[in-house]
């Protein structure tokens, strides 16, 4: 058989090459271990690294050691090993809120496992709803996954890409050991002048966030960077220094504005894009006939959402009306998870939890502890959907069976969801409540949502960037990384500013470069590199932890 043949043999595999047992024990293996690391770098260091690098490689390498294996196969099984990390994000990043404000708050096993089962089952019948309108129809980048599947398709095929590849890597790799394991470089540049009004103006010191704005492309970064501009050069600097505004005002215009225009963009996506297709999206979760976008029929999601709004009611004790407002929240939010995630590489989770958590207050008087758990089912769904997205971007292009993909992520998202809970409530046994805002797990994501339990910290500035994002994104402007570029720190826009500004000047001084593809395989090795090695310093920090208890 020749190179050729072999080749399109990788991307020929039938369902059951695809999804095996071999793949599916090494993908529930790793979905234990990597959702038990990222619940413990989640709590201490308020990040989670992506995953698909790390899992893409140990699938390739782990089935390549057992033989006769493909593409797909590899693909499939890394879908389910990912799963579990960010249904652990979503967790970390809203439930210890809740001992923020009560040390000795007691939230059983039962009603945390009913968060994060729901989670993962909305965002499972979500993204088998939206997968092929968001990776086939709008064919957003998803730099992660593509990124994953050229590290799959070059470290199989070997060659001079292959050099470029895992060379690029192995920098990425060495740079992001010294700067967050052994902290002999810094991890960004500030200017310490302009934190003075609140600003966090530098740059990032991160190969893979320029990787993320390099493939993304610039118009897109240009736009996220435009965001940061408005964010902080207008309303942090250029609103103090005018005496227009004082430093907390001028804080929650910019954090209000910004989360209104994401908002926005989910509605005006809505408006544009599902909702003129609302037939073919959903028409198969009430026909036995109809198969539409979906990947699988989905006649039993009905069933499942009701099961899951009594359960919310019975269980967790939400008003009904908040229960609905938590299911339609999950539907929103995973479609707004889908286009950041697609376009910028980050999925704010616990954003889109806060917002929702404030709608149910607003219209159930849902009380403090259950505000929490709407925002961390809706996190959840969300986090769930960002992962999976870019396998499916991965799988897409390896010619993947969504099926096989879906169902590795029905896998690797349940198991997550039990292991997320389990970590949880060992790290409340072990040292109490209050260990949550602490040195030892600062928490910040649930401290910011423990802080929005009272509400938007600017509504009219919220509602003015709502409406302004929908009515843009309707009109056809490419608005959908603004608001990003307002409400995250400037420091990273700024980092992927660059990647996008590289990609441009490439094009236009070296457009032979762009051409041969070596240069984005570049960037996938130095975005892989970072991936990776967030994952082992993650282990082994979980270790640490564990070992110091």
């Known amino acids: 058989m020749s190179q050729k043949e072999q080749t399109n043999a990788k991307y020929a595999a039938s369902f059951r090459q695809q999804f095996t047992v071999r793949g599916m024990i090494i993908g529930a293996i790793g979905s234990v271990i990597l959702t038990c690391s990222s619940m413990f770098v989640a709590l201490k260091i308020s990040s989670l690294p992506w995953p698909i690098m790390f899992v893409a490689l140990v699938s390739m390498f782990g089935l390549k050691a057992l033989g006769n294996t493909n593409y797909n196969e590899i693909n499939v099984t890394h879908t389910a090993m990912s799963a579990g990390a960010m249904v652990a994000g979503g967790l970390a990043f809203t439930i210890p809120g809740i001992y923020m404000l009560d040390p000795s708050a007691d939230v059983d096993f039962a009603k945390l496992l009913v968060i994060t089962v729901g989670g993962v089952l909305l965002g499972l019948i979500f993204t088998a709803i939206l997968r092929k309108h968001f990776i086939e129809k709008a064919n957003l980048p998803y730099a992660m996954g593509q990124a994953a599947a050229d590290v799959v398709i070059v470290g199989d095929e070997g060659g001079k890409k292959a050099g470029w590849l895992f060379g690029s890597l192995g920098i990425s790799a060495v740079f992001t050991w010294l700067r967050d394991y052994m902290?002999?470089?810094?991890?960004?540049?500030?200017?310490?002048?302009?934190?003075?009004?609140?600003?966090?103006?530098?740059?990032?010191?991160?190969?893979?966030?320029?990787?993320?704005?390099?493939?993304?492309?610039?118009?897109?970064?240009?736009?996220?960077?435009?965001?940061?501009?408005?964010?902080?050069?207008?309303?942090?600097?250029?609103?103090?220094?005018?005496?227009?505004?004082?430093?907390?005002?001028?804080?929650?215009?910019?954090?209000?504005?910004?989360?209104?225009?994401?908002?926005?963009?989910?509605?005006?996506?809505?408006?544009?894009?599902?909702?003129?297709?609302?037939?073919?999206?959903?028409?198969?979760?009430?026909?036995?006939?109809?198969?539409?976008?979906?990947?699988?029929?989905?006649?039993?999601?009905?069933?499942?959402?009701?099961?899951?709004?009594?359960?919310?009611?019975?269980?967790?004790?939400?008003?009904?009306?908040?229960?609905?407002?938590?299911?339609?929240?999950?539907?929103?939010?995973?479609?707004?998870?889908?286009?950041?995630?697609?376009?910028?590489?980050?999925?704010?989770?616990?954003?889109?939890?806060?917002?929702?958590?404030?709608?149910?207050?607003?219209?159930?008087?849902?009380?403090?502890?259950?505000?929490?758990?709407?925002?961390?089912?809706?996190?959840?769904?969300?986090?769930?959907?960002?992962?999976?997205?870019?396998?499916?971007?991965?799988?897409?292009?390896?010619?993947?069976?969504?099926?096989?993909?879906?169902?590795?992520?029905?896998?690797?998202?349940?198991?997550?969801?039990?292991?997320?809970?389990?970590?949880l409530m060992i790290l409340v046994t072990a040292y109490g409540g209050e260990v949550f805002g602490s040195t030892m797990f600062p928490s910040a994501q649930a401290a910011a949502v423990a802080s929005m339990v009272g509400g938007i910290a600017h509504l009219p500035a919220f509602i003015v960037g709502l409406v302004l994002a929908t009515v843009l994104y309707v009109a056809g402007l490419p608005v959908t990384t603004l608001g990003l570029g307002i409400y995250l720190p400037f420091y990273l826009s700024a980092t992927a500013f660059i990647g996008g500004a590289l990609n441009f000047i490439l094009s236009k001084a070296a457009p032979k470069v762009k051409e041969s593809g070596n240069d984005t395989i570049v960037a996938a090795g130095m975005l892989g590199g970072e991936g990776v090695v967030g994952v082992i310093i993650a282990l082994i920090m979980a270790v640490q932890v564990i070992q110091a208890g």
């Open 183 to 423: 902290l002999v470089i810094p991890a960004t540049f500030m200017s310490s002048s302009i934190a003075s009004y609140g600003s966090m103006f530098g740059v990032w010191l991160s190969p893979m966030l320029i990787s993320v704005g390099y493939i993304v492309g610039p118009l897109y970064i240009g736009v996220w960077f435009f965001g940061a501009l408005i964010g902080d050069v207008g309303i942090l600097i250029g609103g103090q220094a005018a005496g227009i505004l004082d430093a907390a005002t001028a804080s929650a215009i910019k954090s209000s504005l910004g989360l209104g225009m994401m908002v926005g963009c989910g509605l005006g996506i809505f408006i544009k894009e599902i909702i003129p297709r609302a037939k073919d999206l959903f028409g198969p979760m009430f026909s036995k006939k109809e198969s539409g976008d979906c990947i699988i029929p989905m006649s039993w999601a009905p069933v499942v959402i009701i099961v899951l709004a009594a359960l919310f009611v019975f269980i967790l004790d939400l008003p009904l009306i908040a229960a609905i407002v938590t299911i339609l929240g999950c539907w929103l939010a995973t479609t707004m998870s889908c286009q950041c995630v697609g376009l910028s590489g980050i999925n704010p989770m616990e954003v889109f939890g806060i917002f929702v958590l404030i709608i149910a207050k607003a219209v159930s008087g849902v009380s403090g502890t259950e505000a929490f758990y709407v925002a961390a089912i809706v996190a959840v769904a969300a986090g769930l959907t960002g992962d999976v997205m870019n396998d499916f971007r991965s799988g897409y292009i390896l010619h993947s069976d969504p099926k096989a993909q879906w169902i590795g992520e029905v896998i690797g998202g349940l198991i997550g969801a039990v292991v997320s809970v389990g970590v």
